[in-house]
């Protein structure tokens, strides 16, 4: 059996991990570590919950020279929340580690000012949104010359024709010759992979199993006309009264305007969209891990690979058009093998979008009532 020690993980490391009672590297970490370490570009592939933060945390951070002043290592993420929760896993493998590896995180929403102060003490590692990264870079508070080991986190999306601009933009920063980059998703679909190819060189794929729904999910849906679907949430979560959960729209605008609806109906809920302050956003997940609130309303890509345990139910208000979105979502429950929902409430133009995700993933979604 594969260990971190066989791997060739640092003692100090692999004390840090077993104080987060990981003991045992994932198949996703076990494939990639050594193409990873050896300074190869790579696209790890793996379903939510795979341990992938890890899989590229546990090599690159192996490969700092922490005795360098230099900007080494960049993790680019699409979103701020995504980012903290990046920053904060780094920070328990550092923790008493000596010596030190110093990050920083990078994120609109926050101080600019407290950020260049910060970055004074010549991190090795930033983590961030490339918006504010290229907002430093730009005023040269923040210099990529030396940096060679960049991760782009949810690449399927970070890759989209609405983002790729602003990557590139990046990469041009970065030294191209001595870099390796490192790509992570759920998911890879819409080409992605030939543009992370024409990005990198010579980029190796791993993927951890075959992507598939786990059996302890139930799917369901209920069907709910567009104009209705705010009640039907409403008299779902009074019905189920879910320990903690997930629903899900396409717009930040439509989490606002569900959210307001369900405050009107005297549900307690919290909304994660772009637009909340920093402080906010923390103070929405906060109270959504501690169980203080149970409902948590939030875009696809608000909610990108944030780790919440414990997540009993997610509902799709909004349906997702890919199977693949389905399953990035539907992963978020039932965890370990404990029993999860995945509760749909389509119009009756989204019922096609049930029997696509059937016949591609090869799941029965059975019809319930309020």
Same mark, same amino acid.
């Given at each position: 059996?594969?260990?971190?020690?066989?791997?060739?993980?640092?003692?100090?490391?692999?004390?840090?991990?077993?104080?987060?009672?990981?003991?045992?590297?994932?198949?996703?970490?076990?494939?990639?570590?050594?193409?990873?370490?050896?300074?190869?570009?790579?696209?790890?592939?793996?379903?939510?919950?795979?341990?992938?933060?890890?899989?590229?945390?546990?090599?690159?951070?192996?490969?700092?020279?922490?005795?360098?002043?230099?900007?080494?290592?960049?993790?680019?993420?699409?979103?701020?929340?995504?980012?903290?929760?990046?920053?904060?896993?780094?920070?328990?493998?550092?923790?008493?580690?000596?010596?030190?590896?110093?990050?920083?995180?990078?994120?609109?929403?926050?101080?600019?000012?407290?950020?260049?102060?910060?970055?004074?003490?010549?991190?090795?590692?930033?983590?961030?949104?490339?918006?504010?990264?290229?907002?430093?870079?730009?005023?040269?508070?923040?210099?990529?010359?030396?940096?060679?080991?960049?991760?782009?986190?949810?690449?399927?999306?970070?890759?989209?024709?609405?983002?790729?601009?602003?990557?590139?933009?990046?990469?041009?920063?970065?030294?191209?010759?001595?870099?390796?980059?490192?790509?992570?998703?759920?998911?890879?679909?819409?080409?992605?992979?030939?543009?992370?190819?024409?990005?990198?060189?010579?980029?190796?794929?791993?993927?951890?199993?075959?992507?598939?729904?786990?059996?302890?999910?139930?799917?369901?849906?209920?069907?709910?006309?567009?104009?209705?679907?705010?009640?039907?949430?409403?008299?779902?979560?009074?019905?189920?009264?879910?320990?903690?959960?997930?629903?899900?729209?396409?717009?930040?605008?439509?989490?606002?305007?569900? @959210?307001?609806?369900?405050?009107?109906?005297?549900?307690?809920?919290?909304?994660?969209?772009?637009?909340?302050?920093?402080?906010?956003?923390?103070?929405?997940?906060?109270?959504?891990?501690?169980?203080?609130?149970?409902?948590?309303?939030?875009?696809?890509?608000?909610?990108? @690979?944030?780790?919440?345990? @414990?997540?009993?139910?997610?509902?799709?208000?909004?349906?997702?058009?890919?199977?693949?979105?389905?399953?990035?979502?539907?992963?978020?429950? @039932?965890?370990?093998?404990?029993?999860?929902?995945?509760?749909?409430?389509?119009?009756?133009?989204?019922?096609?979008?049930?029997?696509?995700?059937?016949?591609?993933?090869?799941?029965?979604?059975?019809?319930?009532?309020?």
């Amino acid at each position: 059996m594969t260990t971190f020690q066989s791997l060739g993980l640092s003692g100090n490391r692999i004390e840090a991990l077993a104080r987060q009672n990981i003991t045992t590297p994932t198949e996703i970490q076990t494939q990639s570590y050594t193409t990873l370490f050896n300074g190869q570009d790579a696209w790890l592939s793996a379903p939510t919950g795979s341990g992938k933060t890890l899989a590229y945390l546990l090599p690159l951070l192996e490969r700092i020279d922490s005795s360098s002043k230099d900007l080494q290592f960049a993790i680019l993420s699409p979103t701020q929340e995504l980012a903290v929760q990046i920053h904060e896993c780094i920070r328990l493998l550092e923790k008493d580690y000596a010596p030190a590896i110093r990050s920083q995180l990078l994120i609109g929403n926050a101080s600019v000012v407290r950020q260049k102060e910060k970055l004074k003490k010549k991190p090795h590692v930033i983590v961030g949104t490339v918006g504010r990264m290229l907002e430093l870079n730009i005023q040269r508070k923040l210099k990529l010359h030396c940096c060679r080991m960049i991760v782009i986190d949810e690449a399927d999306n970070m890759l989209a024709d609405d983002r790729i601009d602003d990557i590139e933009a990046f990469l041009k920063t970065t030294p191209r010759d001595q870099r390796q980059v490192v790509f992570t998703s759920a998911t890879e679909k819409g080409g992605a992979f030939n543009t992370a190819q024409s990005i990198g060189k010579n980029v190796q794929w791993h993927q951890a199993v075959q992507l598939s729904i786990a059996p302890s999910i139930e799917h369901s849906y209920i069907e709910a006309p567009y104009h209705n679907k705010a009640r039907a949430l409403h008299q779902l979560i009074k019905n189920t009264r879910p320990e903690r959960a997930i629903a899900f729209v396409h717009r930040n605008e439509s989490a606002k305007a569900l @959210g307001a609806d369900l405050e009107r109906r005297h549900l307690r809920v919290h909304v994660l969209h772009a637009g909340l302050s920093k402080f906010e956003r923390q103070t929405a997940l906060e109270q959504f891990r501690s169980g203080e609130i149970k409902l948590l309303i939030a875009s696809d890509v608000a909610a990108r @690979g944030l780790d919440i345990k @414990g997540i009993s139910h997610i509902i799709n208000v909004d349906l997702p058009s890919d199977s693949s979105d389905y399953l990035h979502r539907a992963g978020r429950t @039932g965890r370990m093998g404990e029993q999860g929902h995945a509760i749909s409430l389509p119009s009756e133009d989204e019922m096609k979008l049930i029997r696509r995700y059937e016949r591609d993933l090869k799941i029965t979604v059975r019809e319930i009532n309020l």
